[in-house]
């Protein structure tokens, strides 16, 4: 997550109350969580298929699942892991992934052609696809860059043309071979063909619904199917036929217009996306035009994607999947229902915005993995509802589709067509009326189960007008975040209806009472806030990363630094396994087939000046890394 975007005002106008948010939890206790919402849950799960495979979230039974010792919470400067693990960089922003590219240089004075050909800074999801035994490729978010480390001026006088190709550099998917060495050691293999960055001007295809549409036509592409570049891409998905998921989020701070221009009036709908004609932070406008709203105003419909990219061939142009919906996309959480069809979980991760499912027209066929490519072509985008009973912390939803001609989404109501119900899908889903949440980052769905999770990382408008207090958002101004769970009817992820609790509410018992000291199954030794990241193992482990306040005052105290912790989804247990360095998220996970290795992202270390050296100590400049996590024993991470 940008750290523009973490705490800052609200981008879009309040929403209007549906009949669901109307819905309050009163009288709520931490006590009564665990009476009226995971306790209560034997009774809710008598009656479905699924009851063996979920248990109540908040007991804390001894888990089978986890095997390390818990990390205290930490303020150093440092990347922790438990006793008998050791972890290591592997690469860190700057450093060189294409043949011929320049070592890092901590002047800021390097050109965009050099970092052009190194790794892209502010590391984020990712994604490991296996070659051999011992050699893969990564496949590596570049969310966005911190100027004050970019620029040897720190950002603070205006880009020149060369400076904004370096920042445009900075920013997208970086691709590259990894290699284990005799030692058992992972390291990057810098001379492999297969090593690739794609920046914020890459040719890319637009696909689907919205391919050829008059609201994606520019001065640049006259067609509506050529987009230049991908940015702010936040997580990842990963497809079973060998494809990369990268998701553009916070978009709409590259948009701006020149400082005569500052009249530019903008539609309602543009404003949603949070699109303000005097949004000059990133300065993109000066020197690609492009990213001036007095001058292309069509040109945001191209971002705000799902950017489907072949690892495997350098030579391939990544497509944006329009069919997923527009908006500000944390990550793509693909699973292939026993139906065959595709279904893909998606977060909008702002403060009152939505849930989203797709669901693929086609099915997966193993035995045809090139056909599989066209399946997120198209297909049917739903918006998800919440229900619960007055006081109750579980309850049903709905998915309601998003479909032209259905549920409002008429002309009369603004939507001329398909197209412009995907480009504009958070005003789609407001008419049909979707339940405003907390900001939904990270969908996981569980690898032996039907079980869905989703973080929920705060909202301090929580409990304001449009965003009321209820259901699976249940504490008005909420700085501490929850965990969503939810689980498909008849174990069908296609299926319209879903029942749901809260895994776990984020907070601080040490510091507060009631529900902002966190469900039962938080306590002194594993609180935390901001759940952000989150991702399960093959085994069924729930790994959580943060992107809170790391203060360590007030509210935040005692929380230390944002960390990794591992969750048992049976017992509700949750354990500390790594701390992060200073102002840095944890954000990005994945795994070695064989387990042994867990890759690790720390994005943003020293962010706002903030005194951290991470990862080289001394007085070096703080660089987003990606760590290198093992057991010392060579065993299964987490067991």
Known sequence: MNQHDRFDPEDHPELEQTDFDRLTA???????????????MGLFLAASPLAQAVAAATRTEASKLIGFKAVPASTADSFVVPEGYVAKPLISWGDPILKGAPAFDESGTQNAAAQAGQFGDNTDGMSFFPLAEDRALLAVNNEYTNYEYLFAHQGKQPLTADEVQKSQAAHGVSIFEIRRNARGEWEVNRDSDYNRRITAYTPMELTGPVAGHALMKTAHDATGTRALGTFNNCANGQTPWGT??????????????????????????EKRYGLKSGNRGYQWYRHDERFDLSKHPNEPHRFGWVVE???????????????????????????????GHVVVYLGDDERGEHLYKFVSKGKYN?????????????????????????????????????THGKNGLTAENGFADQAEVLIFAREAATQVGATTMDRPEWVAVHPNNKTVFCTLTNNKNRGKEGQPVGGPNPRAKNNYGQILRWWPHNGDHTANRFDWDLFAIAGNPAVAEGLYAGSDNITADNMFNSPDGIGFDDT????????????????????????MLCADPQTGEIRRFATGPIACEITGLTFSPDHRTVFIGVQHPGEDLAPSHFPAGGNAKPRSTIMVVQREDGGIIGA
């Open 540 to 563: 069924g482990r729930l790994w959580i990363q943060t992107d809170g306040k790391y203060s360590n005052k007030g509210e935040f105290a005692g929380m230390g630094n944002n960390q």
């Open 366 to 402: 193993a035995d045809n993995q090139q056909a599989n490519r066209e399946l997120l072509e198209e297909g049917t985008l739903y918006v998800a509802r919440f229900s619960a009973n007055d006081g109750e912390i579980k309850g049903q939803g709905e998915w309601i589709e998003l």
């Open 244 to 269: 990369y998921l990268t998701c553009e989020e916070n978009f709409h701070k590259y948009f701006a217009s020149p400082e005569d221009e500052m009249d530019v009036e903008l539609p309602a709908r």
């Open 26 to 40: 009163k009288g709520v206790s931490r006590r009564n969580f665990l009476r009226g919402g995971a306790a209560a």
């Open 309 to 339: 990219i072949d690892p495997m061939d350098p030579t391939a142009t990544p497509k944006k999947r329009t069919a997923l919906g527009r908006f500000k996309h944390e990550n793509a959480a693909l699973t292939i229902d026993p139906s």
